[in-house]
């Protein structure tokens, strides 16, 4: 079955052909990165905009890739929700269009159950799983008994880890998206400087704001003094927290579920130092295995969009109709 995905949910215009879920026959991404750049983020409408002069180059560019027609491809997927409304519609619209046109089953999907399904196009998933969901607009832990079967069991109470890595960033001079910068900076230095570890009752959710708070008053008050900043050194301390609080409530949540595998995903799954530190921790469970995205399908793409509409198709979840509209906070 091969599979014609679209992913607009953010800044990333993504077009990908997926067969079976899991080869990819192309995929084709454009990114806005240096266009929001000046303005530190992503802004919506501009966003959208793009999206739109982007969106026909890069479906024909997905179709000339994997040297195949409309006429080879058994459905159309599309992101649905959740994300900036502007940039959603224009994927919908562009999957509609062609759903219609060439009288196509349409399959929308989840952007979280996307970054999660990333995994599936290298490995098979082995349920029960706990899956580390980490980008710029979500940090959740979700508890998967099978497929498309999703139970969310903690999720951040403010920022995302994503967002806070790029304010970071953004204070200590780094251009937008500051988590790679930060996670290079961090890699060569060591962690001297003791930031606020967060304090929850609840035992899978997570707290990224007060830490923010905390790096970003120590920027602040350095400054006031002329003393110089060590970028390395506060990086380092910074993803320290960060990383001990994933991993942390990552491992404690796949021992009490009895988790028999353990993904992360989104785009801070790029980040090295998590990607070592949830390995080791890991490798320390018997009967524990771990999936982390390829470095490329970490971050949005209409690849994992593809792959999670193949095993949403399996598992017969209804298809959209030509009334699917962009929803910004549609529920897993
Ligand atoms: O999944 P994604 O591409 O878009 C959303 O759905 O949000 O995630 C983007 C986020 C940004 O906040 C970016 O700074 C972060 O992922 N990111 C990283 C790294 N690479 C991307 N954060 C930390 N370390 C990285 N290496
Ligand atoms: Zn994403």
Do not use: W
């Not at 949910?9 to 080869?23: F, K, L, N, P």
């Amino acid at each position: 079955m091969r599979i014609f995905a679209i992913e607009t949910s953010c800044d990333e215009t993504s077009a990908a052909i997926i067969e079976d879920g899991v080869r990819v026959c192309s995929l084709v991404t454009t990114t806005q990165i240096a266009i929001h750049q000046k303005f530190g983020g992503v802004v919506p409408e501009v966003a959208s905009r793009y999206h739109v002069e982007a969106i026909t180059a890069v479906l024909a560019e997905a179709l000339s890739e994997a040297k195949l027609k409309f006429e080879d491809i058994d459905a159309i997927a599309v992101t649905a929700t959740p994300g900036l409304v502007g940039s959603l519609l224009v994927g919908i619209q562009a999957a509609k269009t062609l759903a219609l046109l060439y009288d196509l089953p349409l399959i929308p999907v989840h952007h979280i159950a996307g970054h999660i399904y990333a995994n599936a196009l290298t490995q098979n998933f082995e349920f029960p799983l706990i899956a580390l969901v980490v980008s710029g607009g979500h940090t959740e832990l979700i508890y998967m008994k099978d497929h498309f079967d999703f139970e969310l069991i903690g999720a951040t109470l403010d920022d995302a880890a994503g967002e806070v890595y790029d304010k970071v960033a953004r204070v200590l001079g780094y251009p937008y998206p500051g988590g790679p910068h930060i996670d290079r900076a961090a890699a060569n230095n060591e962690a001297t400087i003791s930031f606020p570890k967060p304090k929850l009752e609840s035992p899978y959710d997570f707290s990224f704001s007060g830490l923010k708070s905390a790096v970003l008053n120590y920027i602040n008050s350095a400054r006031q003094k002329g003393q110089a900043l060590d970028n390395g050194d506060i990086s380092a301390s910074f993803q320290k927290i960060v990383i001990e609080e994933l991993v942390g409530k990552t491992i404690r949540a796949a021992q009490a579920y009895g988790a028999k595998q353990v993904i992360v995903c989104g785009g801070v799954s790029a980040n090295i130092g998590l990607r070592t530190q949830i390995e080791s921790a890991v490798n320390q469970l018997s009967n524990v295995t771990l999936a982390m995205p390829e470095l490329q399908y970490c971050g949005d793409n209409a690849a994992m969009i593809g792959a999670a509409a193949y095993y949403q198709y399996m598992q017969e979840i209804p298809l959209a109709t030509m009334a699917l509209d962009a929803k910004p906070n549609g529920k897993l």
